[in-house]
């Protein structure tokens, strides 16, 4: 059974630029979760989403958007990059009936230049 | 808001030890979940524990086990017979799904970074 996938690994963009990461969750998991994770810091929560509506956001500008597919896969689009964007972006999985548990994929390491 | 402090930024026990990582939260509601996740160099998160604020027995998962004191507002982490493989962050987590109107992002310690020396 397949845990929590996200595309790509690493990414490096420029400053302005525009990104769209991807995230595939678990077998039987209908929530995702995003969080950002700055070097030596612990992730913060970016928004979530369950049947395809973003159903709570954290402290993050609308530069940070999502959408939640048919099949519960989702994206996180980040537009008019800043370098104080370069982060780990995790994706988290949640089972139905238990959304606040959540299982991690291995994230993707953005950096900005 | 919810917070959720981790007092320890660095911690190193011998292996076969026992180590405590310290948690404390501050919340105001009476309903919540509290976690463990632990980080490895290789960056995947992995959930150790999970514990319900209404049950009152401690959370356990083999070598794994929590002090949760409500009360204090307080969620320990033990390992017992540490091993060269729990070497990592660690990260206590809180979320209360009954304030955020029913989803449950989660709010993070600062991490614990924990080494196991041989």
């Known amino acids: 059974d397949a845990g929590v996938t996200q595309s790509p690994t690493h990414l490096i963009k420029t400053r302005g630029q525009q990104v769209t990461l991807r995230c595939s969750p678990k077998?039987?998991?209908?929530?995702v979760s995003w969080y950002q994770q700055a070097l030596g810091q612990g992730p913060q929560f970016i928004f979530q989403?369950?049947?395809?509506?973003?159903?709570q956001r954290g402290n993050f500008p609308d530069r940070f958007s999502g959408h939640q597919f048919p099949n519960y896969s989702s994206e996180l689009n980040v537009n008019a990059l800043l370098l104080g964007d370069s982060a780990l972006y995790l994706c988290?999985?949640?089972?139905?009936?238990?959304?606040?548990?959540?299982?991690f994929g291995p994230g993707t390491r953005l950096l900005v230049l | 808001a919810q917070t959720v402090t981790q007092s320890q930024p660095e911690m190193s026990v011998q292996e076969a030890e026992t180590v405590t990582l310290s948690c404390t939260y501050d919340?105001?509601?009476?309903?919540?979940?509290l976690f463990w996740y632990k980080q490895p160099p290789s960056r995947q998160m992995i959930l150790v524990i999970r514990?319900?604020?209404?049950?009152?027995q401690n959370a356990t998962e083999n070598r794994f086990s929590v002090n949760f004191q409500k009360a204090a507002k307080s969620f320990s982490l033990k390992i017992s017979d540490s091993q060269l493989g729990d070497t990592a962050m660690y990260f206590c987590?809180?979320?209360?799904?009954?304030?955020?109107?029913?989803?449950?992002?989660?709010?993070f310690g600062k991490g614990t970074h924990l080494i196991i020396q041989p």
């Open positions: 919340t105001s509601e009476n309903n919540y979940y």
């Open positions: 077998s039987g998991h209908d929530t």
């Open positions: 987590a809180f979320t209360s799904p009954y304030s955020g109107g029913g989803a449950d992002g989660l709010t």
């Open positions: 514990q319900e604020a209404y049950k009152q």
């Open positions: 988290a999985s949640s089972p139905r009936g238990l959304r606040e548990t959540q299982y």
């Open positions: 989403y369950y049947e395809e509506e973003e159903r």
